[in-house]
């Protein structure tokens, strides 16, 4: 639909296909980090590197590219930038070494930057355009497609590595990038640089205390979601003996049930109900943790798994509807950059803790004291989300 009178429609594929490239790297990477580590004879303390360089490069990258988004447009960052995703798939495929692969991972990093930047702007110009500023519908389309991308990710991954090896899940980014290049260039609209290039580059001014808890929100959040996806999928391999493939099908239910709690709350931008049921969700999962052991039986492990869905769910719509009215209009790509740096540095957190615990072998009692350090985490998120009055006023 393309009628001055509605969303433009055509806009929402690659608009979800640039937004999804991040967290596809991420759920895939997931079940690879075993045979990663096997096959350069590297510990968890070394491949959590393969974390961190991704998020270190996009927590830098995200604001920036936010901030030449609401300058320049959506368009002439995201195609360069989805080609660099592609160079990043290539170089990966044929690293020789872990040093190598980690640069491949930063160049990933730096090459999804644009992706969710832009879907932000390009909603925020289509509601100025539209005169429309209802922007659930399209809020939930695109935590879904992540959600959905989450879903695929880790049985992918699982599959890639079983008959692929490690590095077709590198190789996969080529086709991905490939797609959202080409669709970015057909219907991403061309747009005149804005006054907004007289600010500078990385403009903090627009900050305020709402945006700022909620930035603080998401770094608690993601701190969370993170160690699930990389240190529980860790743990099902080395702690408790799945292969990569099962371990992928394991996680599949979080995922589903993060979509599952999407659709149905997506259509209501309320947001601190939202926030307080996925708190005591945490807290549960992570309290959990500490009952499970090498001879934990499946439906266990699916219990946690389907306890850590509900946030998955719940954290990116109430998130995302945050920033969208609490930043300035004009500044929009560059806060939802911020959002995403805050999420990153939850998660380099996260990888930095899993170093720690997990150090030679991502065994039980590793599993132990993340848990421990992700209780607390929890516990924060839920008093964060209790006291902050600001949420009150935002839908």
């Not at 609209?189 to 600010?199: E, F, L, Q, T």
């Amino acid at each position: 639909m393309t009628a001055a009178t509605g969303f433009d429609r055509r806009l929402i594929t690659p608009l979800v296909a640039g937004a999804v490239l991040n967290p596809i790297n991420t759920t895939i990477l997931s079940v690879a980090l075993v045979p990663i580590g096997a096959s350069f004879g590297e510990p968890p303390s070394a491949t959590a590197w393969l974390i961190t360089s991704l998020y270190v490069a996009t927590a830098i990258g995200q604001p920036v590219a936010g901030r030449l988004i609401d300058t320049y447009g959506p368009r002439r960052l995201f195609l360069p930038a989805t080609a660099l995703v592609g160079v990043a798939g290539v170089l990966g495929a044929l690293a020789p070494n872990l040093v190598v692969l980690v640069v491949a991972r930063v160049l990933l990093g730096l090459g999804t930057c644009a992706g969710y930047p832009a879907a932000m702007r390009l909603l925020r110009d289509e509601a100025d355009r539209t005169g429309e500023d209802s922007p659930g519908g399209i809020l939930t389309i695109l935590a879904i497609a992540t959600q959905t991308v989450s879903v695929i990710g880790p049985p992918l991954g699982g599959l890639l590595v079983d008959f692929g090896g490690w590095r077709s899940t590198l190789a996969i980014n080529v086709p991905l990038a490939l797609a959202a290049f080409l669709l970015g260039r057909r219907y991403f609209p061309r747009s005149r640089p804005s006054s907004v290039a007289r600010k500078p580059l990385l403009d903090l001014s627009g900050l305020n205390r709402p945006l700022l808890i909620t930035y603080g929100r998401a770094l608690l959040a993601y701190l969370v979601s993170y160690s699930f996806v990389y240190g529980f999928t860790q743990w099902l391999e080395a702690g408790r003996g799945l292969t990569a493939g099962q371990a992928g099908l394991v996680m599949l239910p979080m995922f589903g049930v993060g979509i599952l709690v999407s659709a149905l709350t997506g259509r209501s931008e309320a947001v601190r109900g939202k926030l307080i049921v996925s708190s005591f969700a945490q807290i549960t999962a992570c309290v959990l943790l500490f009952v499970l052991g090498a001879s934990s039986p499946l439906w266990i492990l699916l219990l946690v798994v389907v306890i850590t869905g509900v946030p998955q769910g719940l954290n990116s719509l109430a998130l995302q509807n945050s920033v969208y009215r609490q930043a300035d209009p004009a500044s929009v790509g560059a806060a939802a950059g911020l959002l995403r740096t805050f999420g990153y540095v939850g998660a380099i957190v996260s990888s930095t803790a899993q170093g720690l615990v997990f150090g030679e072998s991502a065994d039980t009692g590793g599993l132990h004291g993340l848990a421990a350090f992700l209780v607390v985490a929890s516990v924060l998120f839920l008093l964060v989300n209790v006291l902050d009055r600001s949420l009150k006023g935002v839908r």
